[in-house]
């Protein structure tokens, strides 16, 4: 079974910080990854996926990912903040047509 | 998103009564699925459907039930609703195969008391 670990529960940053939010997953077959943000009272969409090719994903609003195949890890990362990223952001694995999420990871930006 | 609907928005419902939440789409997508999203836990997935009268169980499936008897429909059951329900459900779609990721519905916020 499949398997997803987000290491940072609550991540607190200041306008134009750089990001990079940890993912973990565990998975025996070939790999879809994604990350979904869910804005305060929203539902999720979808940031970026990874498929296969390029490791390195550009998603939506100035968001990429990185897969790592040796490190189980599909980090999220953006290079300069804004007050509206405040979000929850979640990473996911899909296997056997079945998309397991981690825990989340809640991210408030300070003006 | 376009395309998927989940219905009620909002329930309130007392200890023991049984309640049905619908999940419609118009993609004639394969793939349906229902996830509970608690603070804490994340999305949970409760059952699944790859198919019209195909259904199997997520990790969190005990005290639920689910139907699909059309394309188009998902519907999720709680026999005898507990507190422990209490809970946001998410309804999603897919299709099969290829570059597809997965739309969610507005979600149903139950309330059991």
């Known amino acids: 079974a499949q398997s997803v670990s987000q290491h940072n529960h609550h991540v607190i940053l200041s306008e134009a910080a750089s990001l990079e939010l940890g993912c973990n997953y565990s998975?025996?077959?070939?790999?879809?990854l994604f990350w979904y943000v869910q804005y305060p009272g929203q539902h999720l969409q979808l940031l970026l996926k990874?498929?296969?090719?390029?490791?390195l994903v550009k998603g939506i609003k100035g968001f990429e990912a990185e897969f790592i195949k040796s490190k189980f890890s599909f980090n999220l990362r953006k290079p300069s903040v804004q007050w509206s990223d405040t979000a929850e952001y979640f990473c996911?694995?899909?296997?056997?047509?079945?998309?397991?999420f981690g825990t989340g990871t809640r991210l408030t930006i300070i003006p | 998103d376009a395309g998927i609907t989940q219905s009620p928005r909002h329930k309130v419902t007392e200890t023991g009564t049984p309640v049905t939440l619908r999940c419609h789409q118009t993609?004639?997508?394969?793939?349906m699925y229902w996830y509970r999203q608690d603070p804490g836990h994340g999305l949970r997935l409760i059952h699944y459907?790859?198919?019209?009268?195909?259904?199997d169980k997520g990790e969190v499936s005990d005290g639920y039930s689910v139907s699909r008897s059309k394309t188009e429909d998902f519907l999720l059951t709680l026999e005898s609703a507990t507190s422990s329900q209490t809970s946001v459900y998410f309804c999603?779609?897919?299709?099969?195969?290829?570059?597809?990721?997965?739309?969610f519905g507005s979600g149903t916020r139950l309330t059991v008391v």
């Open positions: 993609e004639n997508h394969r793939y």
């Open positions: 996911a694995v899909r296997g056997n047509e079945k998309l397991t």
């Open positions: 990874y498929f296969s090719g390029d490791p």
């Open positions: 998975y025996g077959g070939t790999v879809n």
């Open positions: 459907s790859y198919g019209v009268k195909d259904t």
């Open positions: 999603a779609i897919t299709e099969r195969g290829g570059n597809y990721g997965y739309t």
